[in-house]
């Protein structure tokens, strides 16, 4: 009966791990750009307020120059412009997967915990639990 617990925690730890391990690696954050960028070119610069002059109080969603998305063009898109001049988006993540560190790390964390099963289950054998009387 003993041996059953140990054997059940053992195996939920190992279990809550992996699941943390495949989080980590599903759970990359995407690249935004700033949201001042109404041409999407990835950078925020004059293009971006002449677009928002040409839609200056245009209502509508997606609307070009409604930066703050609230379906209005109006002088609060104007400070997060300002407040965005010059922005440039991240540099996209590479789009060979060979070369990409995360899976390799996520394989090796997964052999470590193989590693530590194995070492735990060594461990139980050369001292297995007494048995409880019933
Ligand atoms: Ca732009
Ligand atoms: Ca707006």
């Not at 930066?67 to 002088?75: R, S």
């Not at 922005?87 to 590693?115: D, K, V, Y």
């Amino acid at each position: 009966m003993r041996g059953v617990k140990r054997g059940y925690t053992r195996d939920c730890s190992v279990t809550i791990a992996v699941l943390i391990g495949l989080l980590s690696f599903t759970t990359e954050p995407a690249a935004a750009g700033p949201m001042a960028d109404a041409n999407k070119d990835g950078t925020v610069n004059g293009q971006d307020l002449l677009a928002w002059q040409a839609n200056l109080f245009n209502t509508g969603k997606n609307t070009p120059g409604d930066f703050n998305q609230d379906g209005i063009v109006n002088g609060s898109d104007l400070l997060m412009w300002q407040s965005q001049l010059y922005m440039s988006a991240p540099p996209a993540p590479p789009q060979n997967t060979a070369a990409n560190p995360e899976p390799i790390s996520f394989t090796l964390s997964l052999l470590g915990l193989g590693g530590i099963s194995l070492a735990i289950r060594r461990r139980d054998r050369a001292h297995p639990a007494p048995i409880a009387a019933v």
